[in-house]
């Protein structure tokens, strides 16, 4: 054994081109195989959205992937980051993510050891994760919910991952929590009989309007971010990474399930909800070639998806105390979910929710929805 009780047998290797980054996106997948609830994602998605050419993330942060080896054979991957936007990286915290290995202590000491290392020498005093890679796309290892696939860009993690990681050292940090919600689920009766009235004076809703796309997501943005902005851990978005986002996502979005709210002219909320493509992709094991592109889109267009997430939804903070901007969340959700009942849909995931975001987990609640699966994100200090 080595210092520190790491196996000297593992052998830490840097990501450094496509082959290894290949290996990289290859490890969960191996490990989740036995698993009936893991689903593979695209290999082509975790290309892109891995790489530096095509992800815009990478245009404001600073970030290193690892793979464990052990007698040639890839046991383990970590990746490190620093994110300049992030408001905590001013306070000293970096990320670690992407964790997957082994069920062995020494790899993952291995790992940790070596993304430690990174952070502590740019500086970091704390590391805090998952992270993979931006706290807007996934975050948190799963602890409750591994009886269940996971929903569309959300992680699905080994069941030892959680004593491995705080064997290192790591406490809790934060939670966070994914709801399940029927189509079916009415909201209380006194905010569905005002809903049914018709929207206040002043509020209109609208459908995302396909031929001013770029415009739409410009705007989402805008709203995304100003009504996140108080949220912990809250980095903004930038036009390029939504704008990314919104290309991957354009075959996916359905103008019907997106929805914006509209007060006195000005645009203030929006909600959007994406079919789960991963149960289009279940059986794929995240490869499109040779007939995976044909079945994925008739699951897609002809026979349709039954269950959706709702990954962005907000309201500008300037509205949101009002009488009429409280509102405005049911008005989204009644829209959303009227839309998905006539689209064959029977559930859907509003996920990731702090745990201390009072404000949307009361909405949630009102709106019939359950906690199925809660994610983590551990922390521990550098010294």
């Not at 450094?16 to 195989?33: H, N, Q, S, Y």
């Not at 809703?205 to 108080?230: K, P, Y």
Request: proline share 6%.
């Amino acid at each position: 054994m080595a210092r520190g009780g790491v196996a000297a047998d593992i052998q830490i290797v840097p990501v450094t081109g496509k082959a290894e980054l290949d290996r990289f996106i290859a490890v969960p997948m191996r490990l989740g195989a036995g698993d009936p609830n893991y689903i593979a994602p695209l290999i082509f998605e975790r290309q892109e959205s891995l790489s530096p050419k095509s992800n815009p993330f990478f245009e404001h942060a600073e970030v290193q992937f690892w793979l464990a080896v052990r007698d040639g054979r890839d046991v383990g991957r970590i990746s490190a980051q620093i994110d300049r936007l992030n408001p905590q990286t001013a306070e000293g915290i970096g990320n670690f993510g992407m964790i997957a290995a082994e069920d062995d202590p020494a790899i993952f000491a291995a790992l940790f050891r070596t993304a430690e290392d990174w952070l502590r020498e740019r500086g970091c005093r704390a590391a805090l994760g998952p992270v993979n890679l931006s706290t807007n796309e996934e975050v948190g290892l799963l602890v409750e919910g591994a009886d269940t696939p996971p929903m569309f860009m959300m992680s699905h993690d080994t069941p030892y991952a959680a004593a491995r990681i705080e064997e290192q050292g790591y406490g809790r940090a934060k939670d966070i929590f994914a709801y399940i919600c029927s189509v079916n689920d009415d909201l209380p009766a006194p905010i569905l009989r005002r809903i049914r009235k018709g929207p206040p004076e002043g509020v209109t809703l609208r459908m995302l309007d396909m031929s001013r796309f770029d415009a739409e997501v410009d705007t989402l943005t805008g709203i995304l971010n100003d009504a996140w902005s108080g949220n912990w851990g809250f980095t903004p978005t930038t036009e390029a990474e939504t704008k990314a986002l919104a290309s991957t996502l354009k075959l996916l979005i359905d103008r019907r399930l997106t929805w914006f709210a509209e007060m006195d002219g000005e645009t203030v909320g929006f909600m959007i909800l994406l079919p789960n493509i991963n149960e289009a992709i279940a059986d794929l094991k995240g490869r499109l070639f040779p007939f995976g592109w044909a079945k994925l889109l008739w699951r897609l267009k002809v026979k349709g998806v039954k269950t959706g997430r709702v990954p962005l939804m907000g309201v500008k903070r300037k509205v949101a105390g009002s009488l009429r901007g409280q509102l405005l969340p049911f008005l989204l959700i009644d829209a959303v979910a009227q839309a998905a009942r006539r689209l064959g849909y029977e559930r859907y995931e509003l996920s990731w929710v702090l745990e201390d975001n009072l404000p949307m987990r009361r909405i949630c609640d009102a709106g019939g929805a359950k906690v199925y699966k809660t994610y983590r994100l551990y922390e521990k200090a550098l010294t």
